[in-house]
């Protein structure tokens, strides 16, 4: 079903991010044992009667340890419990790879924890896309997570901030939910009205008094009598009840340095002419995000991961810095010839660019020729359709053919 949406935003919430990222750390050091797979929490110090549970294994939830209650306690509950110790700097690092890996596919991140970001998938996916594709590139960015950063994530996917979050908290751990306006009568209006975000314990009496349970109760409620028994906070409760949100996704604009993006295929594949089909499929995604930015890369990156997870990358400078899609698919091709053999079964395909220069700064009627002012006008009239009707509303013949 082809949908179209103002917004298209992803809620990424990491599971037991502090214990999962330590059983990272500990396994990278040559740990034998995973601590998520064993009644485990991370506390603060043990000696001092304040230490207190920050995060807990699904081992440990079962034994009715919580977050927040003092290690003493959870130390009565299940005795043979194991505690670490937190460690801020090294969660600061992880957070940060995660970072770094949804820089990939937005550069409209708002980091709203240490664990947990919101991404405006907008740009990205393009206003008139398939649901299932939307889908399928948040499958992507859970595999690669699971693959290379080695934890798990919720993603939650939805036309606003507020949606994306209910969505993420729905059924962990590994899960990725949706939470469209249409669903949100039978998805979250038969939740606890205490599920709803910012409503908190004070209010819940309150609610209950005039007969509200769920969350559904709350949005079919009479609203000024609502905004007359809280103020502005019964607006915002209402409004959220009623999947109402028009927050922006806040985040730095900053310049990237490097814009890339991969793809973990399906399939594992050995044929040439399909993986060129990816190739520039991938080239045309991080050439079309390199022009919004209006700059020019210089330095072209290939890297593909085969079926035993071995990695091969190769990297070539450009003698003029560019933004042009065949240009650089050239480029990405020549890359691939070094690399491919017909023995390599792919898993996992990369384009990036990097050693970026802003476009003002460069004077390239000095050595841009015809052909390449050229391609410029195709790539931009094509851009300008994208922005107008979506990513997905152009492709080029070569894609257009893929099976």
Sequence with gaps: ?????????????????????????????????????????????????????????NVAKQFGIKTGEPIYFARKKCPQIQVF?????????????????????????????????????????????????????????STRIKTELKFTVNIGIANNKLLAKMASDFEKPDKIHTLWKEEISTKMWPLKVDELLMVGRKSIPKLEKIGIKTIGDLANYDKNVIYKLFGKFGKLIWEYANGIDDSPVNYLKEKPKGIGNSITLPNDLNNREQIDKILLELTEQVTYRLRKEKMLASVVNVHIKDRNFRVFSHQRKMDIPTASTKIIYEEVK??????????????????????????ENMQLSLFVNANNKKQEKIDSVLDKIKDKYGYGSVKRATEINKK
């Design 334 to 359: 020549k890359l691939m010839n070094e690399m491919y053999r017909n023995s390599i079964y792919v898993r996992l395909l990369g384009v990036r660019v990097d050693n970026l220069v802003e476009e």
């Design 85 to 141: 110790e937190s460690n801020h700097k090294m969660y600061r690092g992880y957070s940060n790879k995660l970072y770094e890996l949804f820089k990939e596919y937005t550069d409209k991140i708002e980091r709203f924890s240490i664990d947990e970001c919101f991404l405006d998938m907008t740009e990205f996916i393009g206003n008139n896309i398939n649901k299932e594709n939307i889908l399928n590139i948040a499958k992507e960015i």
């Design 1 to 57: 079903m082809v949908i179209n949406m103002d917004k298209i935003i992803f809620h990424i919430d990491v599971n037991n991010a502090f214990l999962s990222w330590t059983a990272v750390e500990m396994l990278k050091n040559g740990a034998n044992i995973d601590i998520r797979t064993i009644p485990a929490i991370i506390g603060g110090d043990e000696s001092k009667r304040h230490g207190v549970v920050l995060a807990k294994s």
